[in-house]
């Protein structure tokens, strides 16, 4: 039985001990903090919309993330909401509106009539609206701490507030520490998302509100908690939300729906994303032998399932090709 | 060749590096727009002054000279601190000044953008004014200092194009000797081909090759409009006439009817 050691309990960390538990594999999981979950995984909207973000990303996040929705389902069966993504903006952004849908696709226009039948809550705020039927969404938290409960029945050891952990008891490490591992084609991606509760909206589905500036997301938690997010700041800085970011959330929450003035803002958090120059994930082996997954930027809970096989083909079949996809990606671009 | 601030540079379009897909988008674009210069907004990237490293050592990495802005300043004094932390960050004396008056519509608040002209003229700065067309608040911006003006055409990231073009004109008649870019509200190839026609000496660009499908293949498209619009302006262009003008003369040709 081969011995893993798996560094990060974040999402891509998780996915990937489970993976590999799943094909056998003896497999402990060190995390340097006292909880799994990682810093961004935990901050995460938990959307998984290939088709969405498209919008702004290379092909290779439709082709790499359009299974992920299965994976999770069956992974955890009934954590995964399949209610579809609602893309609204409003009257004077229309054209917001077409120019999206023309960038995603495996979308449908809808009208006044079908937008208020999907979310009833916005009816009489948006005329027009763009729903992607094969989106999904899950709760971050919940599904980080129910995977966490499954790889320890099928057990997986898990050892909190790790230091460094000789590898010499391992036939194989698995590095996925996002932002903690030195890498010189990483960089971070500041994130800031707030949580608001308010029992006067209740929303089935992840709505995206296009603006040509602020585009938001608001995701529907459990118990009319929203998650609303994110911004996309170029820097590393973790420190504190700040007043304009803030601002610029609560406005465009606002202009989702009024009621949103009167939630209560229940937390507020900052995650840095790790992503490489082309915001694509990649499993790398290390010169040291160790495998790493990271880089999975805005897109964690979407692309981690894939890049999860990845990994665990490379490590069984050590002729699994290496970054095969995002390398198709590069030569059709310089096409 | 096109000289700003005793720099020559190859091309007259100059690219903004806002929302790019990826940084590695963004490389390819720059190279595909055979840019010289690259705008960079300080304000959003470095959060607390700090971090965003990475970003611009990917942009620093491209070989072409970096213009920072104050982008999203809404009062003089907010502008003068960046440019001055800007200097600091990119070691250049250029800034793209940008005091926004309206926050919806991003135009610029033309008094204040006079008065930090001059507080950053006075201390060295090369300043690039984002303006508007209007030529009472250009002058006043060359006396304030500016040696380059930066007229919008239409609002940021509108697309629209050239939307008063008289006022374009007027402009490039008023001052014949100022480097004159034009910033903001190019949409498409086309609309850069017209003002570089209006004799406009390059135009700078962010959102209508950022947010395009394919950015690269735009990038390349802008750099081909920009080279047309110039060379046209420089070949005399024909002024349009109210009749038809046959290319043959009618007169000498066989008559047979």
């Known amino acids: 039985m081969r011995r893993v050691l798996v560094k990060g309990a974040g999402v891509a960390g998780l996915t990937v001990a489970h993976e590999l538990a799943a094909r056998g594999a003896s497999v402990t999981v060190a995390e340097i903090r006292g909880r799994i979950g990682g810093k961004a995984s935990w901050l995460a909207g938990g959307m998984l919309a290939p088709w969405c973000e498209r919008e702004s990303a290379e092909e290779a996040v439709v082709t790499l993330g359009k299974t992920s929705a299965e994976w999770w389902e069956r992974t955890l069966p009934g954590l995964v909401t399949k209610a579809g993504t609602l893309v609204v903006a409003h009257a004077r952004d229309a054209s917001e509106l077409a120019r999206f849908a023309a960038r995603t696709g495996n979308c449908e226009s809808v009208d006044e009539e079908a937008l208020a039948a999907l979310e009833p809550d916005l009816a009489d705020r948006f005329r027009e609206g763009v729903f992607f039927a094969g989106e999904a969404h899950l709760d971050p938290r919940r599904v980080l701490e129910a995977l966490a409960g499954k790889l320890r029945a099928m057990g997986v050891i898990f050892l909190f507030e790790a230091g460094e952990i000789a590898p010499s008891g391992f036939d194989q490490v698995i590095d996925c520490t996002g932002m903690a591992r030195a890498d010189d084609d990483l960089r971070g991606m500041r994130g800031e998302m707030l949580i608001l509760h308010t029992r006067e909206v209740s929303l089935a589905r992840p709505v995206r509100l296009l603006h040509p500036r602020h585009p938001i997301y608001v995701v529907p938690r459990a118990d009319h908690h929203f998650m609303v997010g994110a911004t996309m700041i170029e820097s590393d800085h973790d420190g504190p939300i700040t007043a304009r970011s803030l601002m610029e959330l609560l406005n465009a929450a606002y202009a989702l729906h009024p009621a949103f003035g009167e939630a209560e803002i229940v937390e507020t958090g900052v995650g840095v994303r790790p992503a490489y120059p082309d915001n694509l994930p990649r499993v790398k082996r290390r010169k040291d032998g160790a495998i790493t997954i990271n880089g999975l930027y805005r897109h964690g809970f979407l692309l981690s399932p894939a890049m999860a096989e990845q990994a665990a083909d490379l490590l069984f079949n050590s002729s699994a090709d290496l970054e095969s996809e995002n390398e198709a990606d590069r030569q059709r671009r310089s096409a | ?257």
Not at chain 2, 181 to 190: H, K, M, Y
Not at chain 2, 233 to 239: A, I
């Open chain 2, 1 to 257: 060749m096109f000289e700003l601030f005793g720099t020559k540079l190859a091309s007259r379009l100059l690219l903004g590096t806002a929302q790019y897909p990826s940084p590695a988008v963004l490389a390819e674009a720059v190279k595909a727009s055979g840019t010289s210069v690259v705008t960079a907004s300080l304000r959003r990237e470095m959060a607390g002054g700090r971090g965003g490293e990475k970003f611009w050592s990917l942009v620093n990495s491209l070989g072409v000279r970096i213009l920072p802005n104050t982008a999203g300043c809404h009062s003089v004094r907010e502008a003068v601190t960046t440019a001055k932390m800007a200097r600091e960050v990119f070691g250049t004396p250029w800034i793209k000044l940008e005091v926004i008056g309206n926050h919806d519509t991003l135009q610029p608040d033309v008094f204040g953008l006079v008065e930090a002209a001059r507080i950053l003229c006075e201390d060295g700065f090369d300043v690039f004014p984002y303006t508007t067309d209007d030529l009472v608040v250009a002058e006043r911006l060359l006396g304030a200092g500016c040696k380059v003006l930066m007229p919008w055409c239409a609002p940021i990231g509108s697309a629209l194009g050239p939307v008063n073009i008289m006022a374009l004109r007027s402009m490039r008649g008023h001052f014949p000797d100022v480097p004159l870019i034009i910033d903001a509200g190019l949409g498409r190839p086309s609309h850069a081909a017209t003002v570089m026609e209006l004799g406009f000496d390059a135009v700078l660009l962010n959102t209508a090759v950022a947010k395009a499908a394919d950015p690269v293949g735009m990038a390349r498209a802008f750099s081909k409009a920009v080279d047309a619009g110039r060379e046209a302006y420089g070949s005399g262009l024909l002024e349009p006439r109210d009749v038809a003008v046959p290319s043959t003369p009618t007169i000498g040709r066989a008559v047979f009817s």
